[in-house]
T-cell receptor, first 120, second 112 residues
Framework: GAVVSQHPSRVICKSGTSVKIECRSL??????MFWYRQFPKKSLMLMAT?????????EQGVEKDKFLINHASLTLSTLTVTSAHPEDSSFYIC????????????????FGPGTRLTVL | GQQVMQIPQYQHVQEGEDFTTYCNSS?????IQWYKQRPGGHPVFLIQ?????EVKKQKRLTFQFGEAKKNSSLHITATQTTDVGTYFC????????????FGQGTILTVHP
């Protein structure tokens, strides 16, 4: 199956700093990528949909200015957590959807390995 | 927004016992997907169900989509220790974005 990479896998930062997380589709093009947040033993919460060449679509309750998303190319989306605070500590996972020609209803998503953010 | 309820939250079984997790939605779903997340890992796609009443099998795993397309289940026969992990159902929004709404997940523990 398709491969999605995420970098870094783990980051520890001081409160008030910004952290950038990269999500790359390695062997396919992804016009749409998704960013999720997951707390321990909890479900994945969709934060935003990242669209190549246009603005991201944020879910209700997610601060746009706090979580900056840039989808600069068909294989790269970045999430920047600005002025991070301890409550932002979490597991952030991206996913990408491979568009299969002729199968518009096929929505399999490929997930990156995740980034564990710890804000001190 | 769309909500998907998944039960049970936890399930402990002895190796060899069967396991079932259920998902329910108050609205009709265009399709539903199932993912498995191993401890410390990321979700991995298992299957997608699209048709009303659809049943699909993958070795010891059986997936069902209800007739009304509002509920789904995953059944594992004769669990093995390799089945350990969290199983999520996810409802697809049916839009071109492919947005998914995840259920709460069922954490499966298999005792040898």
């Amino acid at each position: 199956g398709a491969v999605v990479s995420q970098h870094p896998s783990r980051v520890i930062c001081k409160s008030g700093t910004s952290v950038k997380i990269e999500c790359r589709s390695l062997d396919f093009q992804a016009t749409t990528m998704f960013w999720y947040r997951q707390f321990p033993k909890k479900s994945l919460m969709l934060m935003a949909t990242s669209n190549e060449g246009s603005k991201a679509t944020y879910e209700q309750g997610v601060e746009k200015d706090k979580f900056l998303i840039n989808h600069a190319s068909l294989t790269l989306s970045t999430l920047t957590v600005t002025s991070a605070h301890p409550e932002d500590s979490s597991f952030y996972i991206c996913s990408a959807r491979e568009v299969v020609a002729g199968l518009s209803s096929y929505n399999e998503q490929f997930f990156g390995p995740g980034t564990r953010l710890t804000v001190l | 927004g769309q909500q998907v309820m998944q039960i049970p939250q936890y399930q402990h079984v002895q190796e060899g016992e069967d396991f079932t997790t259920y998902c329910n939605s108050s609205t009709t779903l265009s399709n539903i997907q199932w993912y498995k997340q191993r401890p410390g890992g990321h979700p991995v796609f298992l299957i997608q169900l699209v048709k009303s009443g659809e049943v699909k099998k993958q070795k010891r795993l059986t997936f069902q989509f209800g007739e009304a397309k509002k509920n789904s289940s995953l059944h594992i026969t004769a669990t093995q220790t390799t089945d350990v992990g969290t199983y999520f159902c996810a409802a697809a929004g049916g839009t071109s974005y492919g947005k998914l709404t995840f259920g709460q997940g069922t954490i499966l523990t298999v005792h040898p």
